[in-house]
């Protein structure tokens, strides 16, 4: 007689199941990762910064590799980096999240790109100018008059830091936006990297680092101001 083979081990006649191990829930039913409404709007927005740190990672790497358009580029990246620290903005999230490393540990992802620009705090199209501006001669009137109005802009953009510097208003959540101001302005004007341009850039991913209540410390607004001062003399020179 052949045996009949059985699917599975076999049953010791002298097992009796314990019926204290039985499933108290129902297997059909859905289980629920929050209780409450403000939990699950917790999880959501913790999804959102992984979708967002995940997604920056990945548009870094299109735009090494030439498959992305610097306009479209930069749009996407300030619109993450926005919607990251707005994220973050938020207490209960922030302290949910702890920290970006921490983060990253809890959930296991590497992503050294994205981890660069969000510590940087802009896209990389802002840190090196784009290659699309130029001080070339303009070609017409109507050119010489467009950049002339993009240089106005970027002096009263350096004048308005400048400032505000001087007025003492030295927290992150003051001056981070008018120095952003401030290189894009400059970045559609010249993209020669001109005496202490460098200095813009470092401020802002110094500032980016701070909180957004943080305030500079006097030596450091010293500091800004001195540096700021010689980036804006840099500046003129690149148009003479």
């Known amino acids: 007689m052949i045996p009949v083979q059985q699917g599975y ?5 002298s097992y009796v199941p314990n019926t204290n191990l039985s499933a108290t829930i129902n297997l059909d039913e859905e289980v629920k990762l929050a209780e ?18 995940i997604s920056l990672d990945e548009l870094e790497k299109a735009y090494l590799k030439d498959a992305i358009p610097e306009a479209e580029y930069t749009e996407i990246c300030e619109r993450s980096l926005r919607q990251y620290k707005a994220l973050l903005a938020d207490e209960k999230i922030a302290k949910e999240f702890k920290s970006l490393e921490e983060f990253k540990a809890q959930w296991d992802i590497e992503v050294p ?39 106005l802009e970027a002096t009263q953009e350096f004048i308005t830091f400048l400032d505000a510097v001087k007025l003492g208003l030295l927290s992150k959540d003051q001056l981070h936006p008018l120095l952003s101001d401030v290189i894009q302005s400059v970045n559609k004007v010249t993209d020669k990297d001109f005496d202490n341009r460098g200095k813009i850039v470092q401020w802002l991913i110094t500032l980016n680092q701070m909180k957004a209540t943080d305030e500079l410390s006097e030596q450091q607004a010293r500091e800004l101001e001195m540096d700021i001062q010689q980036a804006y003399n840099g500046f003129r020179q690149t148009l003479t």
């Open 9 to 13: 081990a076999p049953t010791p006649h």
């Open 36 to 53: 409450t409404r403000a939990e699950r709007d917790l999880q959501d927005s913790l999804a959102e910064l992984f979708s967002i740190i």
């Open 113 to 151: 790109r994205a981890t660069e620009r969000i510590r940087v705090g802009m896209p990389s199209t802002t840190v090196t100018a784009s290659s699309s501006s130029s001080t070339a001669p303009a070609p017409s009137h109507a050119a010489s008059n467009t950049s002339g109005i993009l240089i």
